[in-house]
C-alpha cells in the first residue's frame, strides 16, 4: 500500500515561495484512515484548489492545518519552518484562517461578535464594541455586503447572509492563508462572483489561498494549481487549474471517467397524470400567489437566488409550514395544511436544504438514517425488522456509491457530500409519488452528482414526480423538464427547460438580488 | 496509484482500511454496530458493579462468607432498585426523547395516595391497581399535552407539575400517612416466587417490555428520531408533538406502576413518599449513558445506573456508614465510576488501534 | 391520626373551654401561626391541633402561614405575618437557631412569640418555650430497651436504630438522648440509619439494616410514621428475632401495642398535642393573663413536656392522645 | 405582481422583510436587533408580575391599602428574593454556558457551615466572608474541572457535588446548627441604608455586576459561544475547557456571595440550608428565557424570574394559604406565567406580520 508515483507538473511562474508545505501527513480515526499520506504545497498568492471526491480527506486536511486536528504522523512545514499547531489559536497565530465547510457561527451573537469571535478587540476584558462595529463594517464592505448591520444576531440572517460572515471571520484575521472549505455551496451565482473578487484581491496582496469546491468551472476561473485527493492520498499535485483536460482530473479523483453530462430526457413529454397543483399559495414575507403543477413523471426545476423564497416554499407544499393563503391539492384531494404527517401519506417527500439541521440524526447509523421517514413500512405490528430494513438502506448505499458503504457507521462520521446522500436517499425508498428536492447536489462531488442526476431521472421515469429547487442554473435546465424562475418570493417565469437558456434565467433572476445594495 | 487501472483501484480502495470495503466484515462489528458502543458502555457499568462487590467484600467479609446471606443481600439490592428502575424506565425514554421529568416522584406520590383513600381501597386490590395507573397516566398525559401543545419548556412543565402534583397529594390525604389494609396489594411486596421476590420480576419485565419498545417497535424508533433531530422527525413525516404526549403519558404510567410497587412495600402512601426520585431516576439514567440532550440511551445502561445506585447504599448500610460520611463517599464513587467508564473508552479505543498499527 | 384516613383532631388533643378559669372568654386575640409545611403526620397533627384548638375558644383568631421548604422560606412568611401584626405569634421553626433572629425582632415590635418545640437559643427571642423533650425521649426507649433485655439476660445484645431526618437537629438530640443512655448501661448501637420520617424511606433503611445485622435484639426507630414503613419491611424480611421501640406516640402505634401482635412493644411519646396548649397560653399572653391552676400571675417562661413510654400495660390509657 | 417592473418589486421587497434589504431601516430593528427578543419576553415577565401584584390587591385590599405597607412588603419580596438571586446570576452563566450546576444549594451551606465554624468566627468578619467566598471559588472549580478536563456530564458532576458538599458541611457542623456570633456578619441582614436593606444593594451589585459582564466583557460574549456552539467556540480559538472552569468558579462564587447573605439572615447556618435552590435558581434562570440547552439567557430574565418566584410565595404568605393549596396554584401560575409569555409572542408576531402583509 504504498503510495503512487506523484504526477508532478511546472509551477506556475506567477507564484511566490511555498508557504506551506505538506509531507505524509496520516490521519487516522476510528475506523477510518480519513488522510493516509498527503502532500501539498502552497505558494504565496495563488489559489491553489483542493478536489476530490466525497470523503477523499479535504476537509480533514484542512482541519489538519488549522490546528483542530493532530496529525498522527507526517510533516507540516510554515514558512519553511516545521510547525504542528496544536489548536486553533496557535494557527490562527501563525497567520493561517479557516472557513469551513459546516457553518461554524454562533447563533446568539451579533455580526460583529461573531466576525471576532475569539479574538475581539477589548480592553481590560471589555470589548470595544464602537471598534469592533466599524471594523466589521469595513470588513463586510470589503465583501460588497455594506448592509448588513454588524449589531444583528446571526440567528436572523439567511443562509447565504450566514456565509458572508464566516468570511467576514476569516478576514478579521491578519492572515497569510485563508482556507475555505466549499464557501461556494451556500452561494448564488452573483455571490460566488463576489467571492472571487474578493479572492483575486487577497492573492493580490500575497495571501495564499486554499479553495476547495466541487464545481469545475469555478476551480477553472479562479484556481492556480489543483491539488488532487482520493481516498486520504495525493494522486496529482501542482496541475495547472486553467488546462489540465477536465477528463484527467475527474479519472485522478475518482479513479475513473465520468462524463459530466445531465441524463436523456425521454423523448417524448411526460403525459403522465397530474400529481401535485399548487393555487396561489402564499406567506406574508416569503413568497406570494405562486401557482404551480407537477405531473407525474415529470421534473419541474425552480431557479432562482438564494433568499428567493424557494425553500419556502417547499417547506409550505409539504406542510411543514402554514400557508397564509392558497391551496395544495395532491392527485385531486386538498392536502390538510400544516401537517406533514398528511403529506407524508399523500405520497410526499422532501429532501430539505440543510442536511444537518432539517434531516439528519447525525448520532444514529447510517440505515437508520435512510429508512427515517420508512421504518414504518418494515415492520409488523409495530415491531420493526432491522434485517430488512438495512437490506433495503444497504441497497440504497450503493445506488449512490455512499463512501464508507458500512451502513451501521454514524452519520456524523460521513463526510458532507455523503450525508447529503443518505438525505436524498431515505426518498429513494418507498412509494414516493412526488419528490421535493431542495439543493440536493450541494456539496456532492462530480461522480455521485452524475448519479443522482441518473436516480432522479430514473425516478421520474417511474412515474414519480420532482419538484426541484437548486441554486445551480445550469442543473434546474439541464435535468429538468419544465422550469419555473422565482425572484423574491414570486413565480416570474415558466416555461419549458428547451426554451429558455441560462442567461435568461439569470436576468431573470438578478433583476432584483438578495445581497445587492441597489437594483441591477 | 494512479497509474493503477481505475477498476483495480476501485476494487482495492486503497485509502479506507480494510473492514470499510466489505460493508458486512465481523471484525469490529461489535464495536461499531448497532448499539455497540452502548454495550461497552454497559460493560463497564458491569466493571463498576463488581468493584462495589468487591469493596462490599472487603469490608464485610463476615457477611459475604455466609452464602445464602450474599444471595438474599442480592435479592434485598434488586428489590431496592425495583421502585425506582421501573420509574427510571420511563424517564429512559422521556430523555431520550429529548425531554426531561421532574415530576415522578409527585406521580408516584400522588398515585399512590390516590389508590390508598378510603373510599379507593372500598374497591378492593384491582379498584386501587386501576386508580394508581390512571393518575399516572393521566398526568402524564397533562405533562405531555403542556409541553407538547402548551410549548412549555419541559422542565418548567414537569417542575410546575411536581409542586402541582405533591399538593394534591397532600390535600387529598390530608398530609397523614394513608395505611393501606389490603392484604393483595401489601402481598406484592412480600411474595416470592421461586425464591425470587415478585417486585424483581416487575422490574424485570418493565425492563424487558422497555427494551423491546426502544429497540424493536417504530415506537422506539420515532423516540430516538424526535429527541435526535426534531426537525429531521417532523420532516419525515413523524409526528413530533403526539410522540411527546406518548413519552410522558408512559412515563407516568411507569410512575403508577411504580406507585403499587412502593406503596405495597411500605404497606401505606402519603404526600412525601418517593422523595427526590426524579433526581435518581435522571442519574441513573444518565449513568447508564442516556444523553441529557436526546437521541441516544440504552434501557440495560439505566437499570445498571439504578442497581449500581442501590449497590452503593446498601454498601453503605452493611457498613453501618453516618449520613454525612455515606453522602461524601457518595458522590466520590459517582464521580469515580463516571471517569471508570471513560478511562476505560480510551484504553480500549488505544489498544485497538495500537492493534490496527500493528496489522496494518 | 398518622394512621388511616380519618382527618380531624380527636376531641382529646385539644382543651375544651370549660366554663370558669381561663375559659372564660376575653379579649378578643389574634394569633399568627406558623409550621413548616406538613410532609409528615407529626408536623401535619401539630397545624391540625393548633387550628382546632383556635377554633374551641370564641375570641381567637388565628391567621396562620405555612412556610415552604425552609429557614428561609419560614423568615420571609413571618415577616409578613409580622406586618400585619398579631397579638401573639405561636411558631414551630424549621429549625431554632435559623429564626432565633426572627424571634428577637418580633419580640422587639412588642409582639410576644411562643416558641413551638424548638428551641431559640436566646432567651430574649421569646416570651414562651413550649416543647417536647428530644433528649429524654431518647432516655426513655434506650431505658426501656436496656432493662427488657437485662430482663431476658441478652448478653452483648445486637442494637439497631432508625432515625428520623438527620439534617434536623431534634433527631440529634434524640440520638444523643439515646447513645448517653444506653452506654450507662455499657451497651451500644450496632448500626443506625436515617430515615425521612415516611414510610416508604423507613422501609427502605429497615430494610438496609436486616441486611447490616443478620441477627438484632432490639430496635429504636424515632418516629411511628416512618414505623408503619419500619413494620413492613420487619414483615417482607420475615424477622421476628427482635423487639422495637417506637417515637412520638401515634394511634396506630399504640394500638399495635396494646395488641401485641408485632414486635412494636413500646413507643416514647412526643405529642403533637403541644400545640394545642401553645395556642391556650398564647391566647392568656395575649389577654395578659395567668394559668389558672398556677399562682403566678402570667404564664411561665418555659415548658418542656416529659416524654413517657407507653407499653402494652398502659397504651389505653394514651390512646386518646395519639395522633 | 410578477409582471411589474424589477425596480418596483425591489423597492418593495416582497420576499424579504424590509429591514433586510434596506441596511438600517429603524422599522422593526428592536425587534431583530441585538437582545431585542430579550427585551420583549422581559416586558412579558413584568407584565405577569404585575397581574400577580394586582392578585395580592384584590385578594388583600387591606394590606394594599396601607402605602407603608406595600412599601415593606415590596423591600420584603426584593428580601426574600436577594440570596437566590445572587445564586440564580452564577447559574444563568453557567446554563447559557451549555452546562447545569446542580450543586449550588449544597455550596451555599457548605460555605455557610464553614464560616460559621468557631475557628472561622475567631477572624471575626473579615475572615468569615473570606472564606465563604474561597468555599464556594473553591468547589465551583472542582465543579469546572471535573467538567472540563474529567469530561464528566455536568448533570452528573454536579449532582455527586450537591450530595459530597452537603455531606462535608454536615461533617463540619457535627449536624448541629451554627450559630454566627459576629455582630458585622449578623447585622448585613437588619441593616438598611437609605431605607433599603443591604441585601438589596448587595443584589442588585451582583446584578449589575453579572449584566456587564455578560453583555461587555469579552468573558460574557465566549459564555454565549461556549454555549451555543462549542464547536464554533473551538474553532474560533476558545478555550472552551478553560472557560467552562471559569463558568463553575463563578457560580460557586456567586455562592459564597449567597452563604453570607443567608448566614446573616438566619444569624446561623446548618447543613440542611438552602435546600433546593438549586431547583429554584435554574426555574428563575429558565422562566426568565435562559435556553436550558446553552447559548442564549439574559441576566434581567433570571431576575425577573427570581422576582416573580417570591412574589408567588409573598402571595400566598399574606393569603394565609396552607402548604398543599400553595403547591397547586404555584404549579399552575408557573404554567399560567409561561403561557403568558407566549401567548404574548404569538400576538406580537402576527400583529407584526400581519402589518407587513398589509403595508406589501
Ligand atoms: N470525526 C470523524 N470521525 C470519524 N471519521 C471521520 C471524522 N471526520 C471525517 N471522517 C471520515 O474521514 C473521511 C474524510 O472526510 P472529509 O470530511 O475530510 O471528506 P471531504 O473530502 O471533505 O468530503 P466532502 O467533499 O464530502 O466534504 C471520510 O471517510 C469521513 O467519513
Ligand atoms: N432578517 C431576517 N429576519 C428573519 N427572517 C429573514 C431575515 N432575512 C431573511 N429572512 C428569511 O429567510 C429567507 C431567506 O433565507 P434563505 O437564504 O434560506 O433563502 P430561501 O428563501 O430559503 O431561498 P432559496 O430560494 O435559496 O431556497 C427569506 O425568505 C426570509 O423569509
Ligand atoms: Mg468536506
Ligand atoms: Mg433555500
Not at chain 1, 477523499?56 to 499547531?85: M, N, Q, Y
Request: hydrophobic residues 45%; proline residues 4%.
Amino acid at each position: 500500500m504504498t503510495a503512487g508515483p506523484l504526477v508532478e507538473a511546472p509551477a506556475d511562474a506567477v507564484a511566490g515561495e511555498v508557504v506551506l508545505r505538506l509531507t505524509d501527513v496520516v490521519k487516522t480515526f476510528p475506523g477510518v484512515r480519513a488522510l493516509d499520506g498527503v502532500q501539498l504545497a502552497v505558494r504565496a498568492g495563488e489559489v491553489h484548489c483542493l478536489l476530490g471526491q466525497n470523503g477523499a480527506g479535504k476537509s480533514t486536511l484542512i482541519k489538519v492545518l488549522a490546528g483542530v486536528h493532530r496529525p498522527d504522523s507526517g510533516e507540516v512545514e510554515w514558512c519553511g519552518e516545521p510547525a504542528g499547531f496544536a489548536n486553533p489559536q496557535a494557527a490562527m497565530r501563525a497567520g493561517i484562517a479557516t472557513i469551513y465547510q459546516e457553518l461554524d457561527l454562533v447563533e446568539d451573537l451579533s455580526v460583529a461578535e461573531n466576525a471576532f469571535l475569539g479574538h475581539e478587540p477589548r480592553r481590560f476584558g471589555f470589548v470595544r464594541r464602537g471598534h469592533m462595529a466599524r471594523r466589521t463594517r469595513q470588513i463586510l464592505g470589503r465583501l460588497g455586503h455594506p448592509e448588513i448591520p454588524p449589531g444583528r444576531l446571526v440567528r436572523h440572517l439567511p443562509a447565504a447572509g450566514k456565509q458572508i460572515v464566516s468570511m467576514a471571520r476569516a478576514l478579521s484575521h491578519e492572515a497569510r492563508l485563508i482556507v475555505m472549505d466549499e464557501p461556494s455551496a451556500v452561494l448564488a451565482h452573483d455571490e460566488v462572483g463576489n467571492l472571487f473578487r474578493i479572492i483575486r484581491e487577497l492573492t493580490a496582496q500575497g495571501i495564499a489561498v486554499i479553495y476547495i469546491s466541487h464545481r469545475l468551472e469555478e476551480i477553472r476561473e479562479i484556481g492556480d494549481r489543483v491539488t488532487v485527493l482520493k481516498d486520504g492520498r495525493t494522486t496529482a499535485a501542482d496541475l495547472p487549474a486553467r488546462d489540465t483536460p477536465t477528463r484527467d482530473l475527474v479519472a485522478r479523483m475518482t479513479g475513473r471517467t465520468i462524463e459530466y453530462v445531465f441524463p436523456q430526457r425521454p423523448a417524448d413529454e411526460p403525459a403522465g397524470a397530474e400529481l401535485l397543483r399548487v393555487d396561489g399559495l402564499t406567506r406574508a414575507g416569503e413568497f406570494a400567489d405562486v401557482s404551480l403543477t407537477v405531473r407525474a413523471g415529470e421534473i419541474v426545476g425552480i431557479a432562482g437566488l438564494v433568499g428567493s423564497g424557494r425553500s419556502e416554499l417547499l417547506e409550505t407544499i409539504y406542510g411543514a409550514r402554514r400557508a397564509h393563503a392558497g391551496s395544495v391539492r395532491m392527485g385531486g384531494r386538498a392536502l390538510r395544511p400544516g401537517s406533514v404527517g398528511a403529506a407524508v401519506r399523500a405520497g410526499l417527500g422532501m429532501a430539505p436544504e440543510e442536511r444537518k439541521s432539517q434531516a439528519l440524526l447525525l448520532g444514529e447509523p447510517i440505515y437508520r438514517n435512510v429508512t427515517l421517514a420508512t421504518f414504518g413500512r418494515y415492520a409488523r405490528l409495530g415491531f420493526t425488522d432491522v434485517g430488512r430494513e438495512r437490506a433495503e438502506a444497504d441497497r440504497i448505499a450503493a445506488s449512490l456509491e455512499l463512501r464508507p458503504r458500512d451502513v451501521r457507521r454514524p452519520v456524523r462520521t460521513l463526510s458532507g457530500g455523503n450525508q447529503q446522500k443518505v438525505v436524498v436517499g431515505r426518498w429513494l425508498l418507498g412509494d414516493t409519488r412526488l419528490l421535493l428536492l431542495d439543493e440536493p447536489t450541494r456539496g456532492v462531488d462530480v461522480g455521485a452528482r452524475a448519479e443522482l442526476y441518473q436516480v432522479i431521472r430514473a425516478l421520474a421515469a417511474r412515474g414519480v414526480g420532482v419538484l426541484l429547487v437548486s441554486s445551480e442554473v445550469p442543473e434546474v435546465l439541464g435535468l429538468a423538464d419544465r422550469v419555473l424562475v422565482m425572484r423574491e418570493g414570486r413565480v416570474v417565469r415558466e416555461a419549458p427547460a428547451g426554451d429558455i437558456d441560462e442567461n435568461t434565467v439569470l436576468d431573470l433572476v438578478m433583476a432584483g438580488s438578495l445581497m445587492e445594495g441597489t437594483p441591477a | 496509484m494512479s497509474e493503477t487501472t481505475p477498476t483495480a483501484t476501485h476494487e482495492r480502495a486503497a485509502g479506507l482500511p480494510a473492514e470499510f470495503t466489505k460493508p458486512d466484515a465481523p471484525r469490529l462489528s461489535w464495536w461499531h454496530g448497532d448499539g455497540g458502543e452502548g454495550a461497552r458502555r454497559n460493560l463497564g457499568l458491569l466493571a463498576t458493579l463488581l468493584v462495589l462487590v468487591v469493596i462490599g467484600i472487603l469490608t464485610r467479609p463476615d457477611l459475604y462468607g455466609d452464602a445464602s446471606w450474599v444471595w438474599g443481600n442480592t435479592l434485598t439490592i434488586l428489590k431496592l432498585a425495583s421502585v425506582v428502575g421501573v420509574v427510571t424506565v420511563g424517564m429512559t425514554f422521556v430523555i431520550i426523547g429529548g425531554g426531561i421529568d421532574l415530576s415522578v416522584g409527585a406521580i408516584v406520590a400522588l398515585a399512590g395516595v390516590w389508590c390508598t383513600t378510603v373510599a379507593t381501597q372500598s374497591y378492593g386490590a384491582g379498584g386501587m391497581i386501576f386508580s394508581a395507573l390512571t393518575v399516572g397516566l393521566g398526568v402524564g398525559l397533562v405533562n405531555g399535552l403542556l409541553i407538547s401543545y402548551g410549548r412549555l419548556v419541559p422542565f418548567i412543565a414537569t417542575l410546575a407539575m411536581m409542586v402541582a402534583a405533591r399538593g394534591l397529594a397532600a390535600e387529598i390525604s390530608d398530609k397523614q400517612t394513608q395505611v393501606s389494609n389490603d392484604a393483595f396489594i401489601n402481598g406484592i411486596a412480600s411474595t416470592n416466587l421461586l425464591g425470587i421476590p415478585l417486585l424483581v420480576y416487575i422490574l424485570a419485565g418493565v425492563v424487558a417490555a422497555g427494551w423491546v419498545l426502544l429497540n424493536r417497535t417504530t415506537f422506539g424508533r420515532r423516540t430516538v428520531a424526535v429527541g435526535g433531530n426534531p426537525e429531521a422527525a417532523r420532516l419525515a413525516g413523524i409526528d413530533v408533538r403526539r410522540h411527546t404526549v406518548l413519552l410522558y403519558a408512559l412515563s407516568g404510567l411507569c410512575c403508577g406502576i411504580a406507585a403499587i410497587m412502593l406503596t405495597s412495600q411500605a404497606t401505606s402512601a402519603q404526600a412525601a413518599m418517593a422523595n427526590l426520585y426524579e433526581l435518581d431516576a435522571i442519574a441513573a439514567a444518565i449513568i447508564g449513558g442516556t444523553l441529557l440532550s436526546g437521541g441516544r440511551g440504552t434501557i440495560v445502561g439505566s437499570l445498571l445506573g439504578v442497581i449500581i445506585f442501590s449497590t452503593i447504599t446498601n454498601l453503605f448500610a452493611i457498613n453501618g456508614l453516618s449520613t454525612e460520611a455515606q453522602n461524601m463517599v457518595k458522590g466520590g464513587i459517582i464521580v469515580a465510576a463516571v471517569l471508570v467508564q471513560q478511562v476505560q473508552f480510551g484504553s480500549v479505543t488505544q489498544f485497538l488501534r495500537r492493534n490496527r498499527a500493528t496489522t496494518t | 391520626g398518622c394512621t388511616s384516613n380519618e382527618t380531624a383532631p380527636t376531641a382529646a388533643q385539644t382543651k375544651a373551654a370549660e366554663t370558669g378559669g381561663n375559659s372564660e372568654p376575653g379579649k378578643k386575640v389574634t394569633i399568627g401561626f406558623s409550621a413548616p409545611g406538613a410532609d409528615h403526620g407529626w408536623i401535619a397533627a401539630i397545624t391540625n391541633n393548633a387550628k382546632a384548638q383556635a377554633g374551641a375558644y370564641s375570641d381567637v383568631e388565628l391567621k396562620s402561614v405555612e412556610a415552604g421548604a425552609d429557614a428561609a422560606a419560614q423568615r420571609a412568611a413571618l415577616s409578613t405575618l409580622l406586618s400585619q401584626k398579631p397579638d401573639v405569634i405561636v411558631l414551630l421553626p424549621h429549625d431554632g437557631k435559623e429564626l432565633n433572629a426572627f424571634g428577637l425582632e418580633a419580640m422587639k415590635a412588642g409582639i410576644p412569640v411562643v416558641n413551638l418545640d424548638r428551641a431559640f437559643p436566646d432567651a430574649r427571642a421569646y416570651r414562651l418555650q413550649i416543647k417536647g423533650d428530644n433528649y429524654g425521649m431518647g432516655v426513655a426507649a434506650a431505658t426501656f430497651i436496656a432493662e427488657q433485655l437485662k430482663a431476658k439476660g441478652v448478653s452483648n445484645p445486637v442494637i439497631g436504630e432508625i432515625a428520623g431526618m438527620d439534617e434536623l437537629e431534634l433527631t440529634q438530640e434524640r440520638s444523643k438522648g439515646f447513645a448517653d443512655t444506653l452506654s450507662s448501661y455499657g451497651l451500644k448501637v450496632a448500626n443506625r440509619r436515617a430515615a425521612r420520617f415516611t414510610a416508604d424511606s423507613g422501609q427502605q433503611e429497615a430494610t438496609g439494616l436486616f441486611q447490616a445485622l443478620p441477627r438484632i435484639d432490639a430496635i429504636w426507630n424515632h418516629d411511628d410514621d416512618q414505623g408503619i414503613g419500619v413494620l413492613a419491611a420487619v414483615n417482607q424480611a420475615n424477622r421476628k428475632e427482635f423487639f422495637m421501640v417506637g417515637g412520638a406516640g401515634s394511634k396506630k402505634a399504640m394500638e399495635d401495642i396494646r395488641a401485641d401482635n408485632t414486635v412494636l412493644k413500646a413507643t416514647v411519646t412526643y405529642s403533637p398535642s403541644m400545640a394545642s396548649s401553645a395556642i391556650s397560653l398564647a391566647r392568656l399572653i395575649g389577654q395578659n393573663r395567668g394559668m389558672s391552676d398556677l399562682v403566678e400571675l402570667q404564664v411561665p417562661k418555659e415548658i418542656v413536656l416529659a416524654s413517657e413510654t407507653i407499653t402494652k400495660e398502659n397504651a389505653g390509657d394514651y390512646l386518646k392522645l395519639g395522633f
